[in-house]
């Protein structure tokens, strides 16, 4: 843990910086709703790694780079409350659940999906993705235009309420629940942090959508109960979950879950989605490497599965960068609940900090030509993000997004078969495909069109192997040693099916190392548990 944030350190410690030319009232709430992005490059620019800003009363004080990004998320939730600072989103989940609920209530509704995002269930989800993006596409016929984001938008409602929601959200509600979703989506307001109860038509209709959503839901309880074949989606552990004082979830709980779910595998990713399709069609170059990946891996006809999607490594690294460069969440905010210290300076009780991926992931000191798309960056040879929360797209810390893994994993399912039946071309002239900062979800701008073109020759080839024994076994060393980082580990459980002899992780998430001096025979398994691991949470020390 860094040192920077330290409880003992004397109270003589100066503030921080603070952003000059505050208006009245307002302070820096123009500039900054104009262009988050730009006015936070402005301010580290201007003041270093943390400075001071204020939107209407509230004190902002924004940290960046490894270092305050380390300090932010490592400090304890009664220092730094993330539960504070979201109370944007009590309107959408409900009053008392996940932000709003008590610290030991809300502990106790994360771990209740937990299991539907843990390695066992998330292998079924692969087929799943596929089946969808097939049923998409399946009257596109040989070339038309399509809105990249709108479609990206409906394929990942359906692929996540599919994996997540179960079937009757898919096939019985799905033009319904996307209008509730959409009203709530466009609800995540930058206004409703400070106000989020004003009587706007945007907030009407998002109330609306919330009260017609939990109609649908005890509705849909209600028939689950009758049946007598049980589902094994998050709706119905949702329903059989109980807190550790017996009592189960209410409707209005249940409801404002299954919203945290889907934020949770949707929100975010159709942004993610529409900009590595542009990305890629901008740039023949970097759509050619990945082709030939994918027309090497799969061939024509290759099966799509969780495994095979572990072994396309350019694909995965062209995801990560366009994450670098476009993170959904351009800041993370926590409210300071006691004074919070980082080198020599005092952030007092009252204000809220905040972390931005898209400014860290723009320092030239870590990420060099921080501009330029190189998904090279994250090769062997190059491990740019190597650096302890440098790379922060998925937030960090105990708090990191636990569906990360579901996320790389819709994204990689979705482009191993678009990218294979299909060639993108760019409608509009490349410059005018941007980020639109008016959203707190930062998506490309409508209209976002692309030209589609059927692919007619795919290259045929084995499927090549990405894993090397031979390298993996003669490295140096006779021994080895797994470190944990508690802080980290969110009990996803995919160290324990990748290395059963090495792992255990019990029902409540808790993961026990069960061997403390391994055999070397278990190398190899234990580097595969350190690789997939979602929160990076596990280290290999070869002696």
Known sequence: MTPANNDNAVSTLKEPPKMPSALPFIGHMLEFGKNPFEYMVKLRNTL???????????KMVL??????????????????????????????FGKGVVFDAPPHKKDQQLKMLMPVLRDKPMRGYAQVIVQEVEQMIADWGDAGEIDLLEFMKELTIYTSSHC?????????LNEEFAKIYHDLEKGVNP?????????????????????????????????????????????????????????????????????????AGHH??????????????????????????LDTHFGVDGEVTFQSLREIPILENVVKEVLRLHPPLIFLIRKVMRDFHFK????KAGKYVCASPRVSHRIAEVFPDPEKFDPERYSESRQEDAKPFSWIAFGGGKHKCTGNAFAMLQLKAIFSILLRRYTFELVD?????????????VQPLSPCRVRYIKRTLIKE?????????????????TSFQIKIDRELCQGHATCMTEAPELFNVDEAGNLTVLQERPSLALLTKAQQAEKYCPTKAIKIEIN
């Open 63 to 92: 940290m960046t780079g490894p270092e305050a990004n380390e300090a932010f998320f490592r400090a304890p939730d009664d220092q730094l409350d993330q539960s504070q600072a979201y109370k944007i989103m009590t309107p959408i």
């Open 344 to 347: 020599g300076v005092t952030v």
């Open 268 to 293: 975010t990713t159709a942004g993610t989605a529409a900009w590595t399709l542009l990305e890629l069609a901008r740039r023949p170059e970097a759509m050619v490497k990945v082709l030939t990946e």
């Open 48 to 58: 270093g790694e943390i400075g001071e800003f204020r939107m209407f009363h509230q």
């Open 461 to 477: 080839a084995a499927t090549e192997s990405t894993t090397s024994s031979a390298q993996e076994n003669s490295q140096a060393g």
């Open 191 to 263: 206004l409703a942090f400070v106000f989020p109860y004003l009587p706007l038509p945007v907030f009407r209709r998002r109330d609306k959508a919330r009260a017609r959503l939990q109609e649908l839901v005890t509705d849909i309880i209600a028939k689950r109960a009758n049946k007598s074949e049980k589902s094994e989606d998050a709706f119905q552990l949702l329903i059989e979950s109980k807190y550790d004082d017996g009592t189960g979830l209410s409707a209005h709980e249940i409801t404002g879950m299954l919203i945290g779910t889907i934020f």
């Open 164 to 172: 997540l929601l179960g079937d009757e959200f898919r096939y019985e």
């Open 429 to 441: 002239d490349k410059d005018k495909y941007q980020d639109d900062f008016t959203q707190m979800v």
